[in-house]
């Protein structure tokens, strides 16, 4: 079967066995553990998708979604808690509580949660399809470097100016740009005002990727809000994991509590 997830039984009874019918019908398989930090980590390779039907026990209840935070973070899983409405206003005390994807206090609505099993289910096949990113450098042996960087991971494209930058949008639409500051002709943030203000480009997401770092330049950039700052500097392997965080922040829904 297709899209396993995770079923962690924090307590038993009529409800849990609702919920598993229903998500069985639904086309998912699940895969039933109990709630025991060891069983979760043996079993964590299995599914993606992790729902967590909590107990009553406070002391279980924040050890074990503390753990599942982790995975959420360091593995790219998806979390969905159910259970008492108190319970789950606990778990807003403990860190990385907003990267949660769904509470459902009881009375629960199964259907509810299963349309957010299938929104993630969405969301981990965007965010498993390969990512284009256009890199935007008048340094040519800088974009030899990166585009060998990212290649095994992305599509890459590389530009020379600003003024190609903006001719290659015309016929594409990357998923990410990494823009360098200084460039001739148009600089980085000429480029990333243009970007902004066409209808068209507005919605693509821009990291800049530069050597400036110094105070006016800085906050001259930070006042277009781009989604990202990044030096030149940064190793190979903080600058992959920075993207790949970009890209699972930006994909995965959040709860809206």
């Given at each position: 079967m297709k899209n396993p997830i995770l079923f962690i039984e924090g307590s038993g009874g009529f409800i849990p066995k609702a919920i598993n019918k229903?998500?069985?019908?639904?086309?998912?398989?699940?895969?039933?553990?109990?709630?025991?930090?060891?069983?979760?980590?043996?079993?964590?390779?299995?599914?993606?998708?992790?729902?967590?039907?909590?107990?009553?026990?406070?002391?279980?209840?924040?050890?074990?979604?503390?753990y599942l935070i982790d995975l959420i973070e360091t593995e790219h899983k998806s979390l969905c808690l159910a259970g008492d409405a108190f319970m789950l206003s606990k778990i807003k005390k403990l860190d990385g509580y907003d990267r949660i994807n769904g509470l459902f206090p009881r009375p629960i609505d199964i259907d509810c949660l299963v349309d957010k099993v299938r929104e993630l289910v969405d969301s981990h096949r965007e965010f498993h399809r390969e990512k284009d990113i256009l890199i935007i450098d008048d340094d040519n042996d800088f974009l030899k470097v990166m585009y060998n960087w990212l290649k095994?991971?992305?599509?890459?494209?590389?530009?020379?100016?600003?003024?190609?930058?903006?001719?290659?949008?015309?016929?594409?639409?990357?998923?990410?740009?990494?823009?360098?500051?200084?460039?001739?002709?148009?600089?980085?943030?000429?480029?990333?005002?243009?970007?902004?203000?066409?209808?068209?480009?507005?919605?693509?997401?821009?990291?800049?990727?530069?050597?400036?770092?110094?105070?006016?330049?800085?906050?001259?950039?930070?006042?277009?809000?781009?989604?990202g700052y990044l030096l030149k500097s940064m190793p190979k392997d903080e600058l992959l994991y920075v993207l790949d965080k970009f890209f699972a922040t930006s994909i995965f829904p959040?709860?809206?509590?």
């Open positions: 229903k998500l069985s019908e639904a086309g998912f398989e699940i895969i039933c553990v109990p709630d025991n930090v060891d069983e979760i980590s043996c079993n964590r390779n299995r599914a993606e998708m992790i729902i967590y039907y909590m107990s009553e026990d406070s002391g279980q209840v924040l050890r074990t979604t503390d095994y991971t992305y599509k890459v494209d590389c530009v020379r100016s600003g003024t190609e930058a903006l001719k290659f949008l015309e016929r594409m639409r990357p998923d990410l740009i990494l823009l360098d500051y200084e460039m001739p002709e148009l600089d980085g943030y000429q480029v990333l005002d243009q970007v902004r203000r066409n209808p068209l480009t507005c919605q693509v997401p821009i990291i800049f990727l530069t050597g400036k770092n110094d105070k006016e330049s800085v906050m001259r950039i930070i006042k277009r809000k781009p989604e959040q709860h809206d509590g």
